[in-house]
């Protein structure tokens, strides 16, 4: 498809068990951000990989949090051990990354939802 | 630490008013700045940008300004419209490609 596609759209799952989330992010773009946004509050960031560089894995909350990129494509994030605060919208986007001023475009997200 | 942030959660304004939405940030690398708007249940889509080396960027209704000298940044929306209502989301984004974003303005545009 032409945008960043995010599957499933929609997940819930018990509290202590694992989740993976996937984005199929904008063919050619670089570069593939994973935000969050808690009900009510704004976008987290969570973990940037930029090519073939180490992601900037700053923003993931704890060591439960995982992401990987392979080929340089499709990205998964892990949440092992899911807990209640995990309940949010996992937002991933992709860019061009480089020098060039274009924006980062958004799937429609991954709503989690931990009971 | 929030680089870049918007004090003002939400905004109401009469439609064929201005809304003007506020945003702040404290790096002085970023050298792109954009605004996003978000409907319930969606992603948040692309709305206008400005390059660091400009002060206004225009695109039909939609007008953002740069203040390079007090790190702010502004979406004025004249006039506004219902379909307007939305959250937006002011972004930077440093020399690292590595994009910042707000905590979001709810705008709510009453007919």
Known sequence: GAGVSQSPSNKVTEKGKDVELRCDPISGHTALYWYRQ???????FLIYFQGNSAPDKSGLPSDRFSAERTGGSVSTLTIQRTQQEDSAVYLCASSFGGGLNTEAFFGQGTRLTVV | DQQVKQNSPSLSVQEGRISILNCDYTNSMFDYFLWYKKYPAEGPTFLISISSIKDKNEDGRFTVFLNKS???LSLHIVPSQPGDSAVYFCAARNTGNQFYFGTGTSLTVIP
């Open chain 1, 38 to 44: 808690s009900l009510g509050q704004g976008l987290e």
């Open chain 2, 70 to 72: 007090a790190k702010h």
